[in-house]
């Protein structure tokens, strides 16, 4: 059993669709629906010895950590707003890069987790927990301490959430 | 002060153990805190790199 690092499948077929909001945008009526309200994504913690990759389509409190001062299900991403405004890059007429970056670090503050980690599951919580992307780092256990997740770059070759082409 | 297991401490008492890891995924450091051979405080903070891109591709029709 291992965690890998990985957009998650389900994901991807769920942006064709527009399952997912990061940022404000304004449609052509679907019927009513022409300014849907940013969806909340939350970031949950999992254990060395949890299944998390490409495969895995929505949150489970199976194999996530637990311990004194975190809750199940992990932590909102907050940030005012939580994501940078999705962007999109050409960078030649035939490629370009499509990204975005939580605004903030994820924090979990003042937690005992005695059980080794190293993996986070990004999912949005507004539309049942569907599985965004997992990132893997190295194994980690804290005490009584804060574990602070802070985000890359919110570029074309950075950022945590890319859809690019070449 | 130092929040540990056994409430917070004055930093002083305290032994002081620190760590670093830097790798194409992510940059990471950590602090302990030991009393008397038992550890009583770890944070660590993560800064993660970057992950490969989603590659999207429009397929040709010929």
Same mark, same amino acid.
């Not at chain 1, 059993?1 to 769920?14: D, I, K, L």
């Not at chain 1, 909102?76 to 990204?99: E, H, Q």
């Not at chain 2, 903070?45 to 429009?58: D, N, T």
């Given at each position: ?11 991807? $077929?769920?942006?064709?669709?527009? $399952? ?7 449609l052509?009526?679907?019927? %009513? ?11 949950? #913690? ?17 194999n996530?950590?637990?311990?004194? $001062? ?34 903030? %670090? ?6 005992t ?25 190295? %194994?980690?256990?804290?005490?009584? $301490? ?13 950022? #945590? ?6 | 002060?130092?929040?540990t ?6 930093? %002083?008492? #305290? ?23 038992? #550890? ?6 993560v ?16």
């Amino acid at each position: 059993m291992a965690n890998t690092q990985a957009m998650c499948t389900s994901f991807m $077929g769920q942006l064709l669709n527009g $399952g997912h909001q990061f940022g404000a945008i304004t449609l052509v009526s679907r019927t %009513s629906l022409t300014a849907p309200t940013v969806d909340t994504f939350k970031a949950a #913690l999992y254990l060395t010895t949890a299944t998390v990759n490409a495969s895995t389509t929505a949150y489970s409190a199976s194999n996530e950590v637990s311990g004194t $001062g975190y809750t199940a299900g992990g932590v909102t991403i907050t940030g005012s707003p939580a994501w940078n405004a999705p962007t999109a890059t050409n960078t030649s007429t035939t490629a370009g890069t499509a990204f975005t970056t939580p605004t903030a %670090s994820i924090t979990y503050t003042t937690v005992t987790l005695a059980t080794a980690f190293d993996a986070v599951l990004i999912y949005n919580s507004t539309q049942n927990n569907t599985a965004v992307s997992v990132h893997t780092f190295g %194994s980690q256990t804290i005490t009584a $301490g804060t574990f602070t997740l802070t985000m890359p770059a919110n570029t074309t070759a950075a950022a #945590l959430l890319r859809i690019a082409t070449t | 002060m130092i929040t540990t297991t056994k409430g917070d401490m004055d930093e %002083s008492l #305290l032994e002081k153990r620190e760590g670093s890891l830097d790798n194409d995924n992510e940059t990471t450091t950590w602090v302990e805190y030991w009393l008397e051979g038992e #550890l009583v405080h770890r944070s660590a903070h993560v800064a993660l790199k970057k992950m490969p891109p989603i590659v999207a591709e429009a397929a040709s029709l010929t």
